[in-house]
Each structure stands twice: as structure tokens, then as C-alpha cells.
């Protein structure tokens, strides 16, 4: 089973946790977020919500991270910086 963490919890993190949620060879392990987050509420029980910050620390526990950046100035910057740690797709 893949595990998959997701980056960015706007509309299009919360589709793509849906997506996870209905494939049957996914498990979403994290969310990440730059936002406080205790103010993030996701779908999935038993998901951490973590800060970027404590992205490094699960790079040994994530197969695939989405990448749902909020623009098109993020992304050029986020891919390559988090490409270095995981398998990405950005989004």
C-alpha cells in the first residue's frame, strides 16, 4: 500500500485526500501545512496535521507527496525543495 502525504490543505488538498480515501492501494499517513495546524480539520481520522517544519522527519515514512500549492509562484519553488526529500506530484 502506498503511503501518501499531502502538502497544502486548500480545495485541492481536500480532493485529493478524498481520492486517497477512495483508492483502495493508498493510505494517506500526513497532512502538511504552512497554517497553524490545529486550525486544520481534516476528513481522515487518525491523520496527523503537521507544520512544514516537521516535513523532514517523515521522509523515511512517506512514498508519495502531492504537492497542492496555493499558486503558480509556490510551486516552481516548493517541487524542487521537497523533490529532494520525497517522491513528489504536484498538483
Do not use: H
Amino acid at each position: 500500500m502506498a503511503k501518501i502525504a499531502i502538502l497544502g490543505y486548500g480545495n485541492l488538498g481536500r480532493g485529493v485526500e478524498c481520492a486517497v480515501k477512495q483508492a483502495a492501494d493508498m493510505e494517506l499517513v500526513a497532512v502538511f501545512t504552512r497554517r497553524d495546524p490545529s486550525t486544520v480539520k481534516i476528513q481522515t481520522a487518525g491523520v496527523p496535521v503537521l507544520n512544514v517544519s516537521e516535513m523532514e522527519a517523515w521522509k523515511d515514512k512517506v512514498d508519495l507527496l502531492i504537492i497542492c500549492g496555493g499558486s503558480a509562484t509556490d510551486l516552481p519553488v516548493l517541487t524542487p525543495k521537497y523533490a529532494a526529500m520525497f517522491n513528489v506530484i504536484r498538483d
